[in-house]
């Protein structure tokens, strides 16, 4: 083998191992139908899963967006990567779409830097 094609297996290994240290999944724990609530708020969860081992924990932040609007959602007790939170939804709407972000920082050389994850899209709709 020449000294090119080992170095192309090299890389390849590198980053084969590099992307299964850094796997993250956002699995989204909301029910897609739920029953119409007369308050008009509606749980949301999801769990943030990763391998990041430069992950910085503690800066950890999660929100539902929907539409144009953010909302901060919470760790839950004793579960450090399951989120959730309450979302005010009308009462005229039957369908809710809407995704997760989470913004975190993580080590870094020389400093710490900013990321975030977005999930994709999800619905939810509201039975009467």
């Keep these: 083998m020449t000294n090119q094609r080992l170095g192309l297996i090299a890389l390849c290994l590198m980053v084969v191992c590099g992307a299964g240290c850094s796997t993250t999944a956002i699995t989204n724990l ?4 739920l029953p119409r609530k007369e308050n008009g708020q509606y749980q949301f969860a999801a769990e943030y899963s990763t391998r990041q081992q ?3 924990k503690e800066s950890m932040e999660a929100f539902v967006i ?3 609007e953010q909302y901060p ?3 839950t007790p004793m579960l450090t990567n399951r989120w959730e939170t309450l979302v005010p939804i009308a009462p005229e709407q039957d369908v809710v ?4 972000r989470f913004n ?5 050389i020389p ?3 900013s990321n975030s994850r977005e999930s994709k899209y999800y619905q ?3 039975l009467e």
Excluded: A, D
């Excluded at 779409?97 to 997760?100: E, I, S």
């Design 124 to 126: 939810l709709f509201l």
């Design 54 to 56: 430069s992950l910085i």
């Design 30 to 33: 909301t029910p897609s139908r």
């Design 104 to 108: 975190y920082e993580y080590l870094s």
């Design 111 to 113: 400093e710490r830097r």
């Design 73 to 75: 959602m919470q760790r």
């Design 66 to 68: 929907v539409g144009n």
């Design 97 to 100: 779409t809407y995704r997760f």
